[in-house]
């Protein structure tokens, strides 16, 4: 890796009078490549997921004025920072402030917790963001080119409908949804399989990890690449969980104390989300932990505490998107801690719920603090009050509005408690388009076969 490393700096700078940003992957068996090639090809040749060579730290004048920045700004600063190489400022800041039209708010529930809500955007999900991010990226990338570009997605349920609506009617592309039958909720569902024109949704006779291996099936089939161009848009795609990363900082920035000890609650499926709080924290946000809390599929609540990594099918919970059991970043956090558990211990503590207990913290905070959470969002609050130590302050992610889970939800606070905002209203009245498959790779294959 070192020499293949070497030889495309080296050739990067003749080339360019620069040394541009490489990412490399994380099986460390093919050649370092450009932002472009990360992005358009998703997966590396070797099956690993893209790395950036360095993360540097921003300077300590970002953080003395980040408190008069508003979530554009502080976000075009940290994107800098890994796309500042290859994409001309001016077009970098016009795809950073077309996908920021939304704010991600910190909202206090208690008196030392907050939530950060990141379900204002489009979908009313957290992947608003990378979705939009990506899709304007790669549709910069793809401006000189001629070929359309399949985007080939699984969901749990939120990437799915984020991607979809992120990518609609972008030229040159179409996007692929790969998602388990009967394993989301029907607002999710709806979100993507009503949209038609250049999005096609696939239902899967399988699990979500069984969507994905067919996904990195297709990658690795070397004879359909070179007949199509493929790639993906979940969290392996370095352009969907990169900018993740800002609204990390955008939570700081709204803090109004922040002597505290700060500690991020993460509810973690396929661990993009987290793994983007570890790149912040490395680009010098000054969090002192990450809670990875999980559902019932509590695989790297095991590693955790034994140090063994062991992938198990995953098990379904009303914490849908979670419901992951071979999660695809963790890859990349063994990468940045070089495979040191007790580093990787230090900075992330981990925790388990059972749909059960999801339920009681639902109703509990309803009816002590007034606030409405989502399941996912459930399982990063309880998370915090367990674990908070005095003298922190916790911010949980709450990753989706709880209308897109409303039967869940009001079974729990009660019939007509959960408002449904007019943007998810309107996609329920759509009609349901989809395609069904086996979880089968022959029958996928044979439908890509058919594409252009």
Same mark, same amino acid.
């Given at each position: 890796?070192?020499?293949?490393?070497?030889?495309?700096?080296?050739?990067?700078?003749?080339?360019?009078?620069?040394?541009?940003?490489?990412?490399?992957?994380?099986?460390?068996?093919?050649?370092?490549?450009?932002?472009?090639?990360?992005?358009?090809?998703?997966?590396?040749?070797?099956?690993?997921?893209?790395?950036?060579?360095?993360?540097?730290?921003?300077?300590?004048?970002?953080?003395?004025?980040?408190?008069?920045?508003?979530?554009?700004?502080?976000?075009?600063?940290? #994107?800098?920072?890994?796309? =500042?190489?290859?994409?001309?400022? @001016?077009? %970098?800041? *016009?795809?950073? !402030?077309?996908?920021?039209?939304?704010?991600?708010?910190?909202?206090?529930?208690?008196?030392?917790?907050?939530?950060?809500?990141?379900?204002?955007?489009?979908?009313?999900?957290?992947?608003?963001?990378?979705?939009?991010?990506?899709?304007?990226?790669?549709?910069?990338?793809?401006?000189?080119?001629?070929?359309?570009?399949?985007?080939?997605?699984?969901?749990?349920?939120?990437?799915?409908?984020?991607?979809?609506?992120?990518?609609?009617?972008?030229?040159?592309?179409?996007?692929?949804?790969?998602?388990?039958?009967?394993?989301?909720?029907?607002?999710?569902?709806?979100?993507?399989?009503?949209?038609?024109?250049?999005?096609? #949704?696939?239902?899967?006779? =399988?699990?979500?990890?069984?969507? @994905?291996? %067919?996904? *990195?099936?297709? !990658?690795?089939?070397?004879?359909?690449?070179?007949?199509?161009?493929?790639?993906?848009?979940?969290?392996?795609?370095?352009?969907?969980?990169?900018?993740?990363?800002?609204?990390?900082?955008?939570?700081?920035?709204?803090?109004?104390?922040?002597?505290?000890?700060?500690?991020?609650?993460?509810?973690?499926?396929?661990?993009?989300?987290?793994?983007?709080?570890?790149?912040?924290?490395?680009?010098?946000?000054?969090?002192?932990?990450?809670?990875?809390?999980?559902?019932?599929?509590?695989?790297?609540?095991?590693?955790?505490?034994?140090?063994?990594?062991?992938?198990?099918?995953?098990?379904?919970?009303?914490?849908?998107?979670?419901?992951?059991?071979?999660?695809?970043?963790?890859?990349?956090?063994?990468? %940045?801690?070089?495979?040191?558990?007790?580093?990787?211990?230090?900075?992330?503590?981990?925790?388990?719920?059972?749909?059960?207990?999801?339920?009681?913290?639902?109703?509990?905070?309803?009816?002590?603090?007034?606030?409405?959470?989502?399941?996912?969002?459930?399982?990063?609050?309880?998370?915090?009050?367990?674990?908070?130590?005095?003298?922190?302050?916790?911010?949980?992610?709450?990753?989706?509005?709880?209308?897109?889970?409303?039967?869940?939800?009001?079974?729990?606070?009660?019939?007509?408690?959960?408002?449904?905002?007019?943007?998810?209203?309107?996609?329920?009245?759509?009609?349901?388009?989809?395609?069904?498959?086996?979880?089968?790779?022959?029958?996928?294959?044979?439908?890509?076969?058919?594409?252009?």
């Amino acid at each position: 890796m070192a020499y293949w490393k070497a030889i495309s700096l080296c050739r990067n700078f003749y080339e360019n009078d620069q040394i541009k940003m490489k990412y490399y992957s994380t099986n460390h068996n093919t050649p370092d490549v450009s932002l472009e090639i990360a992005v358009t090809q998703g997966l590396a040749s070797d099956r690993g997921l893209f790395m950036p060579e360095r993360i540097d730290p921003l300077p300590s004048s970002f953080f003395r004025e980040i408190g008069s920045m508003n979530f554009q700004e502080i976000s075009f600063e940290v #994107a800098k920072k890994f796309f =500042g190489e290859d994409i001309p400022e @001016q077009i %970098l800041k *016009k795809i950073v !402030f077309d996908t920021l039209s939304f704010d991600t708010p910190l909202v206090k529930v208690n008196d030392n917790i907050y939530s950060l809500e990141l379900f204002h955007g489009p979908t009313s999900a957290f992947k608003d963001v990378g979705a939009r991010f990506m899709a304007r990226l790669l549709a910069h990338f793809l401006e000189k080119e001629k070929k359309m570009v399949h985007v080939l997605v699984a969901t749990s349920g939120d990437t799915g409908s984020a991607v979809a609506n992120g990518f609609l009617g972008v030229p040159g592309i179409h996007v692929h949804v790969l998602y388990p039958k009967g394993k989301v909720s029907e607002i999710q569902e709806k979100q993507f399989t009503t949209l038609g024109q250049n999005i096609t #949704a696939l239902e899967i006779d =399988g699990t979500f990890d069984d969507c @994905q291996a %067919l996904v *990195k099936s297709a !990658f690795m089939d070397e004879v359909l690449k070179k007949r199509i161009t493929i790639t993906s848009a979940n969290s392996i795609n370095v352009a969907r969980f990169l900018p993740q990363a800002f609204y990390y900082f955008n939570a700081w920035a709204k803090l109004e104390d922040k002597s505290r000890k700060i500690v991020f609650s993460v509810p973690s499926g396929n661990f993009g989300n987290l793994t983007a709080g570890l790149f912040a924290k490395r680009l010098g946000l000054p969090v002192s932990k990450f809670i990875a809390a999980n559902n019932l599929n509590d695989i790297v609540f095991k590693y955790l505490q034994t140090g063994v990594y062991t992938p198990q099918p995953s098990i379904s919970t009303i914490a849908n998107a979670m419901d992951v059991g071979d999660p695809s970043n963790f890859a990349r956090i063994l990468d %940045l801690y070089q495979n040191n558990h007790k580093a990787i211990a230090n900075d992330i503590v981990g925790t388990t719920y059972s749909d059960d207990q999801i339920r009681e913290t639902l109703l509990s905070v309803y009816k002590t603090a007034g606030y409405l959470l989502d399941p996912h969002g459930a399982v990063g609050f309880r998370a915090l009050a367990e674990l908070l130590k005095k003298g922190e302050t916790g911010i949980f992610l709450e990753t989706a509005h709880p209308a897109k889970f409303t039967e869940t939800v009001e079974q729990v606070v009660g019939k007509g408690n959960v408002l449904m905002p007019e943007k998810l209203h309107a996609f329920m009245k759509g009609k349901k388009l989809s395609l069904e498959f086996s979880d089968k790779y022959e029958s996928f294959r044979a439908y890509l076969d058919r594409l252009e």
